[in-house]
Structures are given as structure tokens and as C-alpha cells.
């Protein structure tokens, strides 16, 4: 079993304030696949500098969904533009739901090249939560995202990848997002039929690059942005700290209220590896919306979107890592917490690491 991650319980410098010295990666990798090599090259359709037979201007533009449109000259001066021609069928990045009865719902996610993409991944549906006094609202991913949804991404073009990422974060560059081979060999880590086992083996980088994928991002703070070490445990801030202690009063609470239930969620007191996400049926709030969201305790723990420079001196970088695994054991006093909604806030784990009881979900605003 690998180690139990470290815990620090101070408040620290905000990511984004020295996330610049973030180099390097250690992490044991399969495949190195640089985003540097998904860069796309920046070009334009117009050719504004183009004189046609005495015309200023160009011939042609773009139009619509990856279409063109051109216009002619007959020396008097330009012809009106044509129709557009060669559209796509949607907006780059544009998703929408599939027909099906599946549970989860799929999406269809459209392509940089202005075309619908099959309909994969099963996109995990989203519980659209409201603060109590309206003042925000996000959307949660029901459930961990699964071995196939991650694989799925794996094997995207790589120019959709790069596209809808966009510029990664510093540091993240220069790894791979492929599951780390050694983490993926420990005895806790599902080895066969893992199809609806939450996706583990991976750092914070490649979740990162998932959700930003799908249009979504880690959950951090409510409207939009990270969290530091003390807005993680606000449910007036932090996506996954609301949706965690939904209409309770106090955030030091189980998703399903204060006191532990042996084995209603995937802890310590049900089993030592993963169990299929929402497996665990009664692992979630109380109430509409938080009755859809399975899984917030226990299982595995999932990377947000709230990290910290703990050693500028060896660029090391910590990243926060919620409500606790099957490793944990809801009764210690050591590890119980990281169960809980706001004792998770505790948990920092290298942002490079690839560890058997670390996963994410995805939240959108």
C-alpha cells in the first residue's frame, strides 16, 4: 500500500501567486506525451493585405461553423459575398446531451474541426446546486469519473485535447496524463472489469486537462477561480465544500449527516480498494440536489482545483485532495477526518503524485 498522503494545516501562499516555478514532474510515467507537441499554430482565413484585380481586401472569410465564404472582383469593384459553404455542424467545444437511457447520461462533445464527435464520452451528469440564499450556483459531477471516461480521453485527437485545454498550467506542460504503470500495479487497484471504477493512477495535471476537455474545470470556487487553504472550507465558496454538506448546518459533517455510518460509504469500514462509482446507493445527501451526488466520502479522494507552493526552494507544489478514500478509516482520529466535508481541507498531496486512492470529478459553473 502506498504511503497515506501528508497533511498540512496551515494556511498558504495561493497557487496562482508562484505557480511559475513549477518545472518538473515526479511522477513515474508511461508515455511522455509533451501538450507543447498539441500547440496549434495560430493562422488566419484573411488575407486582408490581398489586392484582386484592383479590389482592397480579401477574396474570401470565414463564416459560421469552420466555413467560407468568398466574393469576386470585376474591376469595378466587389461582387457581394456568396453563401457560406463548408460549415460544420456545431461550435468548437459544444456539448450537448445524447439520446439514451444510460445512467450515466452521455454527451456528444463537438470537435475543433466544427463537427459532433460520436457519442462519447459518457459524460457524467451534472446536479445543478443553488445556494440556500441564492447568492451562487455550479453544477457537480454526480458521480467520480470512471476508468472508461478517462481512457476515453486518452484517445481523443490530439488537437481536440490541445484545443479545448488551451494553455496548461505551469508545470503541467511537461507531463504525461497517462495513468502511472507502477501505481496502476498495487494490490488496492482494480485489475479487471474496471469499466465503472473511479479513474486513479493519475495527478493533478491530467485532471486538470480532463475537465477543461469536456468544457468543465476541478472544482474550486464558487463563480469561478481556485481556492485557497481557508475557502476550501466554506460551502459559500468552495463547489465541492457545498455540495458536500448540502442543507446541513455545519461543514464537519458527513455528506449524509455527523455521524459515521459504517459501510455506507466506501471507507476503511467496507473494504480496502474501489468499488464502481455510486455503487455505495445510500453514499450522498439528504435532499434534492445532493441525493444525486454519490461518493463524496470515501471511495477515492478527489483533486480540486486549490494548490500551494509548500518548498519554493524545490518547486515543490501541493494541491488539495477531498473527502478521503477506502484507505480512511471514519472512526480514527487520524484519518477520520478526511472523510468529513471541511476535515478534508487537511489533505495535501503532491500535485505530481499518482496514488491508488486519488481520483476527481468536475465541476462547471
Given amino acids: 500500500m502506498v504511503k497515506k498522503r501528508s497533511r498540512i494545516a496551515v494556511v ?5 501567486l508562484a505557480a511559475a516555478l513549477l518545472t518538473a514532474a515526479s511522477c513515474s510515467l508511461l508515455s511522455p506525451r509533451d501538450y507543447d507537441q498539441y500547440r496549434l499554430s495560430e493562422s488566419s482565413a484573411l488575407d486582408g493585405g490581398r489586392d484582386s484585380e484592383g479590389c482592397p481586401g480579401a477574396t474570401e472569410q470565414p463564416c459560421g461553423n469552420c466555413g467560407t465564404q468568398v466574393r469576386t ?4 469593384g466587389w461582387s457581394a459575398w456568396a453563401s457560406c459553404s463548408g460549415e460544420g455542424t456545431c461550435a468548437p467545444n459544444g456539448v450537448v446531451p445524447c439520446a439514451s437511457s444510460s445512467t450515466p447520461s452521455w454527451s456528444q462533445v463537438c470537435s475543433s474541426s466544427c463537427n459532433w464527435q460520436a457519442c462519447n464520452p459518457d459524460q457524467t451528469a451534472l446536479a445543478r446546486v443553488t445556494l440556500a440564499d441564492g447568492s451562487g450556483t455550479f453544477a457537480i459531477e454526480q458521480h467520480e469519473v470512471t476508468r472508461k471516461q478517462y481512457q476515453q480521453f486518452l484517445e481523443a485527437p490530439a488537437a481536440d485535447v490541445a484545443l479545448a485545454v488551451g494553455t496548461p498550467p ?3 506542460s511537461t507531463v504525461s496524463n497517462f495513468p502511472d504503470a507502477t501505481c496502476l500495479a498495487d494490490p488496492s487497484v482494480c485489475a479487471s472489469n474496471c469499466d ?3 479513474q486513479v493512477c493519475v495527478h493533478w495535471c491530467g485532471a486538470y486537462a480532463y475537465c477543461k476537455w469536456l468544457g468543465r474545470r476541478l472544482c474550486g470556487k464558487i463563480g469561478g477561480g481556485s481556492t485557497d487553504a481557508t475557502q476550501s472550507r466554506s460551502p459559500q465558496i468552495s463547489q465541492w465544500t457545498a455540495a458536500c454538506v448540502g442543507t446541513q448546518g455545519s461543514a464537519d459533517v458527513f455528506p449524509y449527516g455527523a455521524i459515521p455510518v459504517p459501510r455506507r460509504c466506501n471507507d476503511l469500514s467496507s473494504g480496502i480498494s474501489t468499488v464502481e462509482v455510486a455503487q455505495k446507493r445510500d453514499c450522498h445527501g439528504g435532499s434534492v440536489p445532493f441525493d444525486s451526488i454519490y461518493d463524496l466520502s470515501g471511495n477515492v479522494a478527489e483533486w ?3 494548490c500551494v507552493v509548500v518548498d519554493p526552494a524545490n518547486q515543490t507544489v ?3 485532495t477531498r473527502g478521503g478514500s477506502f484507505n480512511d478509516d471514519p472512526d480514527s482520529s487520524e484519518t477520520g477526518p478526511s ?10 498531496t503532491d500535485m505530481f503524485s499518482c496514488l ?3 481520483g476527481f470529478r468536475c465541476c462547471m459553473d
Fill in 12 to 16: 498558504l501562499t495561493h497557487f496562482a
Fill in 73 to 76: 472582383c470585376d474591376g469595378a
Fill in 170 to 172: 505551469p508545470g503541467c
Fill in 196 to 198: 465503472r471504477h473511479p
Fill in 304 to 306: 480540486g482545483d486549490s
Fill in 318 to 320: 501541493r494541491c488539495q
Fill in 339 to 348: 472523510l468529513r466535508c471541511a476535515g478534508s481541507i487537511l489533505d495535501w
Fill in 356 to 358: 491508488p486512492y486519488v
